[in-house]
């Protein structure tokens, strides 16, 4: 309906006149005015982490107390050093630095998160979790329509980086309508000089050129992405020349870990302030059906590490008030362990949300090991309803409409 | 109805554009509103570089010349019927790769090794297949060995026309998969179902088509086949089968019940339609355009059953049907990072250093060989293009072209596009091409480049 650069164009941004304001967004203005003080929301950044492959849950979140997860895992269970946050569960013994935020209040735990007839299928239940609908399908990610409404609501600055993915792929919660930026780093991403030739007039100008005749000539399906792509790729790329290079990370981040590098380059673009809205990175590796101990234990002491490399980067930043890290999995695993020492496809599994917006503690129930479906936990919190929390509690934006539903508003966030 | 649709476009971009346009712009427009570049398919020229595109990694202009003057039939039927082309000269300069070398063979080795190929082959479509099924049957070398990925290469080789049951039999068996699908772990008592999910879910029926149940007893049949463990595991090329690991009980898969094996379980899923239709449907996406008509599935499949599932047959009736040489298909593909780097290294040519150079940069182009991003391949289409994915298709058609400067040969911006891009261009880009090669005479790495930046150069 209306993007921002129609507002700029027509000299209205700021300024509504009244009834043609569309109600989403005088609704967007009533919920800002009562925000708190230190963040508006237009500075708040959510960062996406996906643990992919399916995150063995009850592995991460330990019942130590209990029976029967001992019985379910004789080779696999942690039976030392689990970080315990109450007389029941605990974090993993590799999680110390989000056992560090847990004691400052700054990590919530939602327990037992899942969907109705949960699907253990990789890719069926990602597009669930994607989507945020139970029928998957390949329409709009939710973080998508997240942007797709920013931009509807003139809240969009309407550059390629408001949503930013780590790696070479645009992750489907951020397909949208807008567009996003898969970034590999900040320095490389131009068009590189081409010898003896002056880059901007003697290539790029040509090139758009070229890219723009060639989507008005026929039905070529890709015309019109080709040309828009790069029209948003040379674009983004000279806000990145113009930008201050001059980022320092305040934390050290670990070496050789593709998680702390996407991490801190999620850093990096939020602390040169490019406007960044939604981040994405992914940590593969959780499908472990076999020898699932050392690998299982290396990938949460990955984890834990980049990610508190990446807070302290951001509150040395003084940026910490600005950032929300939300981590999902498209399922966890089955209870018993399997044959391998490994586990199978499962079902709920708890989410972390860390940083300064965050109201620590256990959220939801823990879902019971006595009352198991075809061996898989019974969720007990709709992942949507955690997705909803956020969109309005941090985003400020209209979560039963982007979601196409109502769920349950948990109290995750501060006000 | 089309005249109609290009005259309404025209018009209305008119609107547009007469708002503060010099006369000059908006006939530019016009020309390239009304630029029929897809009725390229009537010369014969091009529907073989197509041919060549989809079937192979596309040609050389030596190449195509030798294509065009057997004609479109002889040309196909050499495509399809590779055994009988000789490949000595691309053995002859491979470098030498030892499967049981073990922690010699290196990632970078084998992916330099198989884009070589790619590029040099005189057996395109041996390739391209080989590239198909390591998209499809996928593992990775996120859990694989190198050496265990280049055995299951030449699996995929050996096999790349063949019936599809002896391949999966074969794959079931394959050590890399082994490995990356966990089978090596599956034994008698401790069923493990990896492999037993994915060969449903991905290589055979897709989703909607078996129980939890048929999960089960499936990864109880491929029981008793297994790799030499522990250190060794990753480098193990030879798999085996030890008889105490195999459950031979009584399953019941899909209605049946008997002591399966896993030959049992893929002689069960192999003859249903939802693979065959599955299976069709994927091969005809991959060669000619995404999303096909029913009927083409259809029809596809019955090839598929009435062969007795033989892969040739379908890929063979694919490149005989009208639907492959239609408009839809021309440029519908976006090439692949693999297309686009092989296709560019036949282009400005390439020493051995350049081989690992652009197997390198396939990274950050969304695809790197032998890694798929997880078991269900590469998602292709769309997911190629990004604005960094873009950005980095140009730069390497930039570092490639730079790299083999010195090497050129003189071509003219004629026998250019005719080459790489059927000399079919929008008449914009057309004329901005002639306008670059007139500014900068002899820069022939410039106009390379240029030429390859182009956005009909994207697309397959």
Same mark, same amino acid.
């Given at each position: 309906?209306?993007?921002?650069?129609?507002?700029?164009?027509?000299? *209205?941004?700021? !300024?509504? @006149? #009244? /009834?043609? +304001? $569309?109600?989403?967004?005088?609704?967007?203005?009533?919920?800002? =005015?009562?925000?708190?003080?230190?963040?508006?929301?237009?500075?708040?950044?959510?960062?996406?982490?996906?643990?992919?492959?399916?995150?063995?849950?009850?592995?991460?979140?330990?019942?130590?107390?209990?029976?029967?997860?001992?019985?379910?895992?004789?080779?696999?269970?942690?039976?030392?050093?689990?970080?315990?946050?109450?007389?029941?569960?605990?974090?993993?013994?590799?999680?110390?630095?989000?056992?560090?935020?847990?004691?400052?209040?700054?990590?919530?735990?939602?327990?037992?998160?899942?969907?109705?007839?949960?699907?253990?299928?990789?890719?069926?239940?990602?597009?669930?979790?994607?989507?945020?609908?139970?029928?998957?399908?390949?329409?709009?990610?939710?973080?998508?329509?997240?942007?797709?409404?920013?931009?509807?609501?003139?809240?969009?600055?309407?550059?390629? *980086?408001?949503? !930013?993915? @780590? #790696? /070479?792929? +645009? $992750?489907?919660?951020?397909?949208?309508?807008?567009?996003?930026? =898969?970034?590999?780093?900040?320095?490389?991403?131009?068009?590189?000089?081409?010898?003896?030739?002056?880059?901007?007039?003697?290539?790029?100008?040509?090139?758009?050129?070229?890219?723009?005749?060639?989507?008005?000539?026929?039905?070529?399906?890709?015309?019109?992405?080709?040309?828009?792509?790069?029209?948003?790729?040379?674009?983004?790329?000279?806000?990145?020349?113009?930008?201050?290079?001059?980022?320092?990370?305040?934390?050290?981040?670990?070496?050789?870990?593709?998680?702390?590098?996407?991490?801190?380059?999620?850093?990096?673009?939020?602390?040169?302030?490019?406007?960044?809205?939604?981040?994405?990175?992914?940590?593969?590796?959780?499908?472990?059906?076999?020898?699932?101990?050392?690998?299982?234990?290396?990938?949460?002491?990955?984890?834990?590490?980049?990610?508190?490399?990446?807070?302290?980067?951001?509150? #040395?930043?003084?940026?910490?008030?600005?950032?929300?890290?939300?981590?999902?999995?498209?399922?966890?695993?089955?209870?018993?362990?399997?044959?391998?020492?490994?586990?199978?496809?499962?079902?709920?599994?708890?989410?972390?949300?860390?940083?300064?917006?965050?109201?620590?503690?256990?959220?939801?129930?823990?879902?019971?090991?006595?009352?198991?479906?075809?061996?898989?936990?019974?969720?007990?919190?709709?992942?949507?309803?955690?997705?909803?929390?956020?969109?309005?509690?941090?985003?400020?934006?209209?979560?039963?409409?982007?979601?196409?539903?109502?769920?349950?508003?948990?109290?995750?966030?501060?006000? | 109805?089309?005249?109609?649709?290009?005259?309404?476009?025209?018009?209305?971009?008119?609107?547009?554009?007469?708002?503060?346009?010099?006369?000059?712009?908006?006939?530019?427009?016009?020309?390239?509103?009304?630029?029929?570049?897809?009725?390229?398919?009537?010369?014969?020229?091009?529907?073989?570089?197509?041919?060549?595109?989809?079937?192979?990694?596309?040609?050389?202009?030596?190449?195509?010349?030798?294509?065009?003057?057997?004609?479109?039939?002889?040309?196909?039927?050499?495509?399809?019927?590779?055994?009988?082309?000789?490949?000595?000269?691309?053995?002859?300069?491979?470098?030498?790769?030892?499967?049981?070398?073990?922690?010699?063979?290196?990632?970078?080795?084998?992916?330099?090794?198989?884009?070589?190929?790619?590029?040099?082959?005189?057996?395109?479509?041996?390739?391209?297949?080989?590239?198909?099924?390591?998209?499809?049957?996928?593992?990775?070398?996120?859990?694989?060995?190198?050496?265990?990925?280049?055995?299951?290469?030449?699996?995929?080789?050996?096999?790349?026309?063949?019936?599809?049951?002896?391949?999966?039999?074969?794959?079931?068996?394959?050590?890399?998969?082994?490995?990356?699908?966990?089978?090596?772990?599956?034994?008698?008592?401790?069923?493990?179902?990896?492999?037993?999910?994915?060969?449903?879910?991905?290589?055979?029926?897709?989703?909607?088509?078996?129980?939890?149940?048929?999960?089960?007893?499936?990864?109880?049949?491929?029981?008793?086949?297994?790799?030499?463990?522990?250190?060794?595991?990753?480098?193990?090329?030879?798999?085996?089968?030890?008889?105490?690991?195999?459950?031979?009980?009584?399953?019941?898969?899909?209605?049946?019940?008997?002591?399966?094996?896993?030959?049992?379980?893929?002689?069960?899923?192999?003859?249903?339609?939802?693979?065959?239709?599955?299976?069709?449907?994927?091969?005809?996406?991959?060669?000619?355009?995404?999303?096909?008509?029913?009927?083409?599935?259809?029809?596809?499949?019955?090839?598929?059953?009435?062969?007795?599932?033989?892969?040739?047959?379908?890929?063979?009736?694919?490149?005989?049907?009208?639907?492959?040489?239609?408009?839809?298909?021309?440029?519908?593909?976006?090439?692949?990072?693999?297309?686009?780097?092989?296709?560019?290294?036949?282009?400005?040519?390439?020493?051995?250093?350049?081989?690992?150079?652009?197997?390198?940069?396939?990274?950050?182009?969304?695809?790197?060989?032998?890694?798929?991003?997880?078991?269900?391949?590469?998602?292709?289409?769309?997911?190629?293009?990004?604005?960094?994915?873009?950005?980095?298709?140009?730069?390497?058609?930039?570092?490639?072209?730079?790299?083999?400067?010195?090497?050129?040969?003189?071509?003219?911006?004629?026998?250019?596009?005719?080459?790489?891009?059927?000399?079919?261009?929008?008449?914009?880009?057309?004329?901005?091409?002639?306008?670059?090669?007139?500014?900068?005479?002899?820069?022939?790495?410039?106009?390379?480049?240029?030429?390859?930046?182009?956005?009909?150069?994207?697309?397959?």
């Amino acid at each position: 309906m209306f993007s921002r650069r129609d507002f700029i164009k027509q000299g *209205l941004l700021p !300024v509504f @006149a #009244g /009834s043609a +304001v $569309p109600t989403v967004f005088a609704n967007g203005v009533a919920t800002a =005015a009562a925000d708190s003080p230190n963040a508006t929301p237009s500075d708040r950044v959510l960062v996406l982490v996906q643990l992919a492959g399916g995150n063995d849950g009850l592995n991460t979140l330990i019942p130590f107390q209990d029976g029967a997860y001992h019985d379910a895992r004789p080779t696999l269970r942690q039976d030392q050093g689990v970080l315990t946050l109450n007389n029941q569960l605990g974090l993993h013994p590799n999680l110390k630095g989000l056992k560090a935020s847990w004691d400052a209040g700054q990590l919530a735990i939602v327990q037992g998160v899942g969907y109705p007839n949960p699907n253990l299928s990789h890719f069926a239940s990602m597009s669930v979790w994607e989507t945020a609908s139970v029928q998957g399908g390949i329409g709009d990610g939710w973080l998508g329509r997240y942007l797709n409404y920013l931009d509807k609501v003139g809240e969009s600055a309407n550059h390629a *980086l408001e949503g !930013v993915s @780590a #790696g /070479s792929l +645009v $992750p489907p919660e951020l397909r949208s309508t807008t567009p996003v930026l =898969a970034l590999q780093s900040l320095k490389t991403f131009r068009l590189q000089p081409v010898t003896e030739h002056g880059t901007q007039v003697e290539v790029e100008n040509p090139l758009m050129k070229f890219y723009g005749a060639f989507k008005s000539s026929g039905p070529a399906p890709f015309g019109a992405l080709l040309d828009t792509t790069l029209q948003e790729a040379l674009q983004a790329s000279h806000a990145l020349l113009a930008t201050d290079a001059s980022y320092q990370a305040k934390a050290t981040y670990p070496a050789n870990s593709p998680i702390a590098s996407s991490l801190k380059l999620v850093a990096e673009t939020i602390v040169s302030g490019l406007g960044v809205r939604v981040a994405h990175v992914t940590l593969g590796g959780f499908d472990n059906h076999a020898r699932e101990k050392p690998v299982h234990d290396k990938l949460l002491l990955d984890l834990d590490q980049a990610l508190t490399a990446f807070m302290q980067d951001l509150q #040395g930043h003084g940026l910490g008030d600005r950032v929300l890290v939300m981590t999902w999995s498209e399922f966890g695993r089955r209870v018993k362990e399997n044959g391998s020492a490994g586990t199978d496809h499962g079902t709920a599994a708890p989410m972390f949300l860390l940083g300064a917006p965050v109201k620590g503690g256990l959220y939801g129930q823990q879902p019971s090991l006595a009352a198991l479906d075809n061996g898989n936990l019974k969720f007990t919190t709709d992942f949507r309803s955690v997705y909803a929390s956020v969109l309005q509690g941090y985003l400020n934006a209209p979560a039963s409409d982007l979601l196409g539903g109502n769920y349950e508003i948990l109290p995750l966030l501060k006000a | 109805m089309l005249a109609t649709g290009a005259a309404g476009a025209a018009a209305t971009a008119l609107a547009v554009l007469w708002k503060g346009n010099d006369l000059s712009q908006i006939l530019d427009h016009v020309r390239d509103l009304t630029h029929g570049y897809q009725g390229a398919l009537s010369s014969e020229r091009v529907r073989i570089a197509h041919l060549l595109r989809r079937a192979g990694f596309a040609a050389t202009q030596a190449e195509l010349d030798r294509y065009v003057a057997m004609g479109t039939t002889a040309a196909t039927q050499s495509l399809l019927n590779f055994q009988q082309t000789p490949n000595s000269q691309l053995d002859g300069q491979l470098p030498a790769i030892d499967p049981m070398g073990g922690k010699t063979v290196t990632a970078a080795a084998i992916q330099a090794w198989w884009l070589q190929r790619m590029v040099q082959t005189a057996r395109p479509l041996e390739e391209k297949m080989t590239l198909f099924w390591h998209g499809l049957l996928t593992s990775g070398l996120d859990k694989s060995g190198p050496a265990q990925m280049f055995t299951q290469n030449q699996l995929f080789r050996q096999m790349a026309l063949g019936n599809f049951d002896d391949l999966l039999k074969a794959v079931a068996k394959d050590p890399a998969m082994m490995v990356y699908l966990d089978t090596e772990t599956n034994r008698k008592g401790k069923p493990n179902e990896n492999y037993a999910r994915e060969l449903m879910e991905l290589f055979t029926t897709g989703i909607g088509h078996y129980t939890e149940t048929d999960v089960q007893e499936s990864a109880r049949s491929f029981t008793g086949w297994t790799l030499r463990g522990g250190a060794q595991l990753r480098f193990d090329t030879q798999s085996l089968f030890v008889a105490r690991y195999h459950d031979s009980g009584q399953k019941t898969f899909m209605g049946k019940t008997g002591n399966f094996t896993g030959d049992d379980i893929v002689e069960m899923l192999v003859p249903l339609r939802a693979t065959a239709e599955r299976l069709s449907g994927r091969l005809f996406s991959f060669f000619a355009y995404p999303n096909p008509e029913a009927d083409i599935v259809h029809h596809l499949a019955d090839t598929f059953q009435n062969s007795r599932y033989n892969v040739g047959a379908v890929v063979k009736e694919i490149f005989a049907m009208d639907a492959f040489y239609s408009t839809k298909a021309y440029r519908s593909l976006v090439k692949s990072p693999a297309e686009l780097v092989a296709q560019t290294l036949k282009a400005t040519g390439s020493n051995a250093k350049g081989y690992t150079a652009a197997a390198a940069a396939m990274a950050p182009m969304g695809q790197v060989l032998f890694y798929p991003p997880n078991v269900a391949g590469w998602p292709a289409g769309t997911s190629w293009v990004n604005s960094s994915t873009l950005l980095n298709r140009l730069n390497f058609a930039n570092a490639a072209t730079q790299r083999m400067r010195a090497l050129l040969p003189q071509q003219s911006l004629d026998q250019l596009t005719s080459t790489l891009v059927d000399g079919n261009l929008s008449p914009t880009t057309h004329d901005g091409l002639h306008a670059f090669a007139a500014a900068h005479a002899g820069d022939q790495a410039g106009l390379l480049f240029m030429a390859l930046a182009t956005p009909e150069y994207q697309l397959n």
